[in-house]
Structure formats: C-alpha cells, structure tokens
C-alpha cells in the first residue's frame, strides 16, 4: 500500500506571498499524482496532474513539481480564492486510490 | 456541458440502507470510470469505491467491503452506491467523480450529497 504524507497540515499565509505545499510518497509512483483544491462544503476541483500538468481552466499561479516520491504544489502568488484544503492522491493497484490527509491554507 | 449530480443521501438511524445516485451528463458516460468519494465531517478526503466503464471491474475500500455496492447503468447515464448496514462513521458528503480518460486521476466532480447515520 502506497501512503502519502502531506505537510504541513496547515499552512498560514499573507495574500500575494508565495505557499509551498509537500506530498511525500512511502514508495515511487513515479509522476502519477495528482492535487485538489477543495473549500468547504463543495466538490474537489482537479489542479494538477501527471504531478506537474495543469488541468483545464486552472491559472498559472499553480504550478506542480516532482517524481519518485517527492511532490510540491506552488502557489505563486496568494490570491483570495485560494485559501482552502488541498489534496494530493495516486492510484495503484491496490488500495486503488490513495488521498493525502490535505494540507489547509489559511489566511494569515 | 459536463456535469455530475448526485441525489439520495438522507438521516438514516445505523444499521439503516440507502441508494445514492449519480446522473451524468454532458460526455459519453458509457466510456468513464467511476468513483465514489467521501468526506466525513473534520476528517480528509476518502475514495469508496470505483466502477470500470462496462461495469465488469469493481473495488471497494476495505472500510466498506460487503456492505456497500456500486454499479451503473449506462443508458440511463447512471452510477449507483447501495450502502447497507450503515454506522455513524460513514456519515459524510459522498461525491461520485468521473476518472479522466486512460488516467488516474478525477477530473470531474458532483457536488456530493449529504448522508448522515445517526440515531
């Protein structure tokens, strides 16, 4: 079973700094991992793929790095709406799918 | 427009059954995987289940094995979630998304239904 690790568990930020958030992996899956955003009460939303691909419609801001077992999302400048809980997840063989326990961004 | 909308979720006393539904549109439905994802109240995100396209290919996640049941039904643009024996724990917002194509990741998502089991 794969395990992912992500930290920090809540990271506390000023609009328009810089956030970095990890995802470590207990074995390599190579560059399948992906990053969610999720705000309360509504469904995940898709930024990241392939460990470092954009999804469709996310901005620039967002940038993802890493292979092996090692991951990073950037944020590169803070934005509003981007203060929320994110999610990093994999998929092998089994358990099929593997959720980080998220990392919370929150306004400093 | 793709879309995922999700229904069915209800309060339900433990060891009470509920069906939740998931009705796609928008995308040839018939071609996706599935999932059902949840997340319970202060806790993280937490994958259930998945169905392959044909139906053909099933998991469960082992907090969940022999009382949950996924299956779709590709006319009706469909995926389904039979949760039986339910216990406090499984209360949460349950989200059926859709695995992007010849990949692994889920690239849509409803926007969940509410199941609480409690007395």
């Given at each position: ?108 | ?41 202060g806790k993280g995100l937490e994958w259930v289940s998945y169905i392959s396209s044909s139906g053909s290919s099933i998991f469960y996640a082992d907090s969940v094995k022999g009382r949950f ?51």
């Amino acid at each position: 079973e794969t395990v992912l690790t992500q930290s920090p568990a809540t990271l506390s930020l000023s609009l328009g700094e810089r956030a970095t958030l990890s995802c470590r992996a207990s074995q390599s899956i190579n560059f399948y991992l992906a990053w969610y955003q999720q705000k309360p009460g509504q469904a995940p939303r898709l930024l990241i793929y392939d460990a470092s691909t954009r999804a469709t419609g996310i901005p620039a801001r967002f940038s993802g790095s890493g292979s092996g077992t090692d991951f990073t999302l950037t944020i590169s400048s803070l934005e509003p709406e981007d203060f929320a809980v994110y999610y990093c997840q994999h998929r092998r063989n089994w358990p099929l799918y593997t959720f980080g326990q998220g990392t919370k961004l929150e306004i400093k | 427009e793709v879309q995922l909308v999700e229904s069915g979720g209800a309060l339900v006393q433990p060891g009470g059954s509920l069906r939740l539904s998931c009705v796609a549109s928008g995308f040839t439905f018939s071609s996706y995987e599935m999932n059902w994802v949840r997340r319970a109240p202060g806790k993280g995100l937490e994958w259930v289940s998945y169905i392959s396209s044909s139906g053909s290919s099933i998991f469960y996640a082992d907090s969940v094995k022999g009382r949950f049941t996924i299956s779709r039904d590709n006319v009706k643009n469909s995926v389904y979630l039979q949760m039986n024996s339910l216990r406090a724990e499984d209360t949460g917002l349950y989200f059926c998304a859709r695995v992007a194509l010849l990949k692994y990741h889920m690239d849509v998502w409803g926007k969940g239904t509410t199941v609480t089991a409690s007395s």
